[in-house]
């Protein structure tokens, strides 16, 4: 089975540092992101988890790359889908210009 690979481009109007105080900082993350954050160091090999208020942790994955403030590397797996795909994981990339 070949693999998908979806590559989306959005444009905001903000510095990269904020863009990715956007993405890392739960005071953040909980306003765009359905009142969650995510659990993780933010270093390179470490677990990774998007964590609702209830504590339920849908998505869990690791920190495959980090370089602030302009790309982050996370490996993603979705609990509820994760037997359906066969690895189990999604590479999600954000790169900031």
Request: charged share 25%; aromatic share 14%.
């Amino acid at each position: 089975m070949s693999k998908s690979k979806f590559v989306y481009v959005s444009y905001i109007r903000t510095t990269p540092e904020k863009l990715w105080q956007a993405l890392t900082e739960p005071e953040f993350t909980r306003q765009y992101w359905f009142d969650a954050h995510h659990e993780t160091t933010w270093q390179a090999g470490a677990p990774w988890a998007l964590v609702f208020s209830d504590g339920r942790k849908p998505d869990t994955g690791s920190v495959l790359e980090i370089d602030p403030p302009r790309r982050l590397v996370l490996s993603w797996r979705h609990q509820l889908y994760a037997s359906m795909i066969e690895d189990g994981h999604t590479r999600c990339t954000f790169t900031i210009e």
